[in-house]
T-cell receptor, first 113, second 110 residues
């Protein structure tokens, strides 16, 4: 069975500081990995995805993520956080012919001025 | 290009009633997936439709049913509503592995 663990429920950073959100997954084959962001009361916006190839992927809004197969991880990073990045972040795993996405419980990011 | 849209945005129902939620997929997308997001949780997969056929189902009871139309828009129907059905219902459309989400319908069951 596929699963995603996001160990940090809530993270607070200062504006301009760097950010790393952790994601660990369990999947029986080669995973398709995603990060989505959700602002309060909104739907999910795709930040980035990894299917194959270069294990460091770039996304929108200055975010990047690194796939590490040996650690079953897909951590999200940003070098300098902006106040507008405050939101909830979800990591998800799926597969090529696997029709569903399995999400973690999310990490709520608070940005202090 | 129009993104995924959902209607209504908010809905209040009472226990035992039935509800229909609607989703219009992004242009060119032939697959629609539905997810339930309870407060403070990540989205949970309900089911997926591909070219008008159900293409997989999560761990939800049969009172959750769906439909996809020839234009690839979709409906989610929930019968005999329970208090625990209160959640944000998200629709996502896709053409391949990447799913794009709509803004959701927030359902409150009293």
């Amino acid at each position: 069975a596929q699963s995603v663990t996001q160990p940090d429920i809530h993270i607070t950073v200062s504006e301009g500081a760097s950010l790393e959100l952790r994601c660990n997954y369990s999947y029986g084959a080669t995973p398709y990995l995603f990060w989505y962001v959700q602002s309060p009361g909104q739907g999910l916006q795709l930040l980035l995805k990894y299917f194959s190839g270069d294990t460091l992927v770039q996304g929108i809004k200055g975010f990047e993520a690194e796939f590490k197969r040996s650690q079953s991880s897909f951590n999200l990073r940003k070098p300098s956080v902006h106040w507008s990045d405050a939101a909830e972040y979800f990591c998800a795993v799926g597969g090529g012919s696997n029709y569903k996405l399995t999400f973690g419980k999310g990490t709520l990011l608070t940005v202090n001025p | 290009e129009t993104g995924v849209t959902q209607s209504p945005t908010h809905l209040i129902k009472t226990r035992g009633q039935q509800v229909t939620l609607r989703c219009s997929s992004q242009s060119g997308h032939n697959t629609v997936s539905w997810y339930q997001q309870a407060l403070g949780q990540g989205p949970q997969f309900i089911f997926q439709y591909y070219r008008e056929e159900e293409n997989g189902r999560g761990n939800f009871p049969p009172r959750f049913s769906g439909l996809q139309f020839p234009n690839y828009s979709s409906e989610l129907n929930v019968n005999a509503l329970e208090l625990d059905d209160s959640a944000l219902y998200l629709c996502a459309s896709s053409l391949s592995e990447t799913q794009y989400f709509g803004p959701g319908t927030r359902l409150l069951v009293l």
